[in-house]
């Protein structure tokens, strides 16, 4: 489809928002075009920045994603300090995250994207992306409805940077701790290296922008796999499959409330519908043709793409959600999700190799 | 000449069917879930920008434990 017609719809799903859900959703919508658009246009890939610094020692990736990271921090800190009723990415820190980032990090490389990855990827019309979204939902809706089972292992209360130390010191905290992976990161690449490009570091300043516009018309940080449980947990209980009622995570009132309610009404689904449409509006002018994928690399990477729904919930977040709402908004579990994530990644990168994806 | 452009309509195809089904299912996801929801409350509409509203999110996030 042809961005001009493209854009009249986005301008009229805009107008329907505007007068049959709310203003807030409306203006969301937009912030979510502005990120698909950013992530697509810019290829703003968490997981291919990840596998460029493991495979070719290419830095300019996590280097983004550093910048992406501290900016926003920097952003969002303050505000979050400055109007109370703006709340952090706060996860407890648990076994359930521990197992759940691991398994995270391993199954992105073999889906070739995260939460974002799999969405942006989706609306730029990848085959494998496109596949995968619908087993993310289900698998991001079952690891939430274990998720009373996965804390009773082990967890102890979410850590806040912001509200322990105010957002002063956790700022500084939070910016010494990026410069302190990016030591390391130069430690693996070595010296002579490109750090940084002018795709990754539009990407990063328009997302680090576009996040913030999200705390402070939502008053969350942005998220990707709450929006897509719910779309499968109501579903399933449409389906009678599922009932929420005595379920640890469902049966609580606030989530119980967003169940009741229609999808739209949803903040972190009216951002994955813009994040979609926003793809889509930049695949009206993407070229290049995607290699076919085998029947065996197809069912790996469904299986991969359901796993990492459900260890996104398993540990509270994506690296949207967890990493970059996680570490810009104070909340420690953003920090444990990092490397645990990236010893997933680690396999992960191998497995994607040893089936030739 | 490029592979890719070597390819014939009837390859590309199967991908164009794939993002029809994807967009169509989607779309009718929206759609039916917009009828079988209960009509939203417009007189209830949550404030439009959060900060400085003094009044806390009621999103879910994927953050969250409960």
């Not at chain 1, 499968?232 to 209980?237: E, R, S, T």
Request: hydrophobic content about 55%; aromatic content about 10%.
């Amino acid at each position: 489809m042809k961005r001009l017609p493209l854009a009249a719809l986005m301008a009229a799903f805009f107008i329907f928002l505007l007068w049959s859900v709310s203003v807030r959703q409306a203006l969301l919508f937009v912030v979510g075009i502005g990120l698909g658009a950013t992530l697509a246009g810019a290829r703003f890939g968490f997981t291919t920045g990840w596998r460029q610094l493991i495979e070719n020692r290419d830095p300019r990736g996590v280097t983004g994603q550093a910048l992406l990271l501290g900016l926003a921090a920097l952003l969002a800190m303050p505000l979050l300090a400055s109007y109370p009723e703006l709340t952090a990415a706060l996860g407890p820190p648990s076994i359930s995250l521990l197992i759940g980032a691991f398994v995270f990090g391993l199954t992105m490389q073999i889906a070739d994207g995260c939460g974002s990855g799999t969405l942006y990827k989706a609306g730029l019309g990848i085959p494998l992306n496109m596949g995968i979204l619908p087993l993310f939902a289900i698998g991001s809706f079952m690891g939430s409805a274990h998720l009373g089972d996965w804390l009773s292992l082990g967890q102890i209360e979410p850590i806040g940077l912001v509200d322990m130390l105010g957002a002063e010191k956790a700022l500084a905290i939070t910016l010494a701790g990026l410069a302190g992976a990016l030591i390391v990161v130069r430690l693996w690449v070595g010296p002579g290296k490109t750090w940084l490009d002018g795709t990754w570091l539009w990407g990063a300043v328009a997302l680090a922008v576009l996040a913030t516009l999200n705390l402070i018309i939502a008053g969350q940080p942005w998220g990707v796999v709450y929006g897509f449980g719910l779309w499968a947990a109501k579903a399933a209980q449409a389906a009678s499959w599922f009932d929420p009622t005595g379920n640890m995570f469902w049966g609580q009132e606030g989530n119980a409330q967003i169940l009741s309610q229609t999808v739209l009404l949803d903040v972190t689904s009216i951002t994955n519908i813009g994040i979609l449409a926003g793809a889509l509006w930049i695949s009206a002018k993407a070229t290049g043709a995607q290699k076919p994928l085998t029947k065996q690399q197809w069912i790996i990477g469904l299986v991969a793409g359901f796993l990492l729904g459900y260890s996104s919930r398993l540990a509270f977040g994506c690296n949207v959600g967890a990493m970059l709402s996680g570490v810009s908004t104070g909340s420690l579990h953003g920090w444990i999700w990092i490397p645990l994530a990236f010893l997933g990644t680690l396999v992960g990168v191998r497995l994607r190799r040893r089936y030739q994806f | 000449m490029t592979a890719s452009e070597h390819a014939s309509p009837s390859k590309r195809s199967p991908m164009m069917v794939l993002k029809i089904i994807f967009w169509v299912a989607l779309v009718g996801f929206l759609s039916w879930d917009w009828l079988a929801s209960p009509t939203v409350d417009l007189r209830n509409e949550p404030p439009v920008i959060a900060a400085g509203s003094g009044q806390a999110p009621t999103g879910g996030h994927c953050s969250m434990a409960k």
